[in-house]
């Protein structure tokens, strides 16, 4: 017997949180009971389990699970669906089933993010305040040592957050633009841009470069591959000895990339 939400992210239909929306939304039935309750259990063996109307059963017997890198293009959404239409970061990913991203990059953020149908994994990285993600951030103007210092510190955000201490790095700055490494433990809503607005600088260009131990500069926009084992287990078990896997110089697009079809 397992919670719904943990079958529903190992059936890959979304990530462990999300599961939990759908079932609050109505969207699970057991053995046609409709289940709004988080704490329900269920056996995929004996009980008939559906979201919004599909026996997901099967795809908890021997489903395969992808763990896939993708260099997300800036204008990319992170997420399985949008209402809107615009491009979905899913879209580079193709011939690995039903994938969703771990955590999120906002819309006009660009680089490394991992997508699976693994939802025990999703939910352990984008959780984890362990695994440092990291960044590369071009600000308009030049910040003064104190602002950067208060970042490094922690800072109250606009909306009521505190941000743990940063780690900030001084990259080679232009005449009119500050750029810099962050380190970040911890994922809040569009938090590296709203630090740096704190301190009067808004964020021009933001990439990450590197998840834990996972980075790959040969990666181009739009490029994916699967992730190796040992980076596999460096995230899940904290291996920072793990070496990463640099992808090929003539890697191809796993999906609609930029300039595909």
């Known amino acids: 017997m397992e919670r719904l939400q943990k079958l529903i992210a190992q059936a890959g239909i979304a990530s462990r949180r ?3 929306q759908i079932i609050l939304a109505g969207d699970v039935t057991v053995n046609g009971e409709i289940v709004t309750e988080l704490g329900t259990k269920a056996d995929p063996e004996k009980d008939h389990i559906k979201v919004r109307g599909k026996l997901i059963n099967k795809k908890l017997s021997g489903r395969p699970n992808y763990y896939v890198l993708v260099n997300k293009p800036k204008g990319y959404l992170s997420s399985s669906a949008d209402p809107e239409g615009r491009k979905l970061v899913t879209e580079l990913v193709i011939g ?5 991203p771990v955590g999120r990059l906002d819309f006009n953020t660009e680089g490394l993010i991992i997508l699976t149908n693994d939802g025990q994994f999703s939910n352990h990285v984008a959780s984890s305040r362990s695994i440092p993600k990291v960044y590369e951030v071009k600000v308009k103007g030049l910040p003064n040592p104190n602002a950067i210092n208060k970042l490094r510190r922690g800072i109250v ?3 009521g957050f505190k941000t743990a201490p940063a780690e900030i790095k001084d990259l080679k700055p232009t005449d009119k633009n500050g750029w810099y490494e962050v380190i970040l433990y911890e994922g809040h809503n569009q938090q590296i841009r709203k630090m740096f ?8 260009k933001l990439r990450r470069t590197k998840i834990g131990t996972v980075y790959d500069p040969y990666l181009k926009a739009g490029e994916s591959r699967d992730l190796t084992p040992e980076e596999v287990a460096s995230l899940v078990f904290g291996n920072t000895k793990a070496k990463p896997t640099r992808s090929k110089p003539d890697a191809r ?9």
């Open 157 to 159: 955000l606009e909306d």
């Open 18 to 20: 999300a599961a939990e």
């Open 96 to 100: 690995k089933g039903r994938v969703f």
């Open 253 to 261: 697009p796993s999906g609609k990339g930029p300039g595909r079809p």
């Open 197 to 204: 607005d704190a301190v009067g600088h808004s964020v021009v």
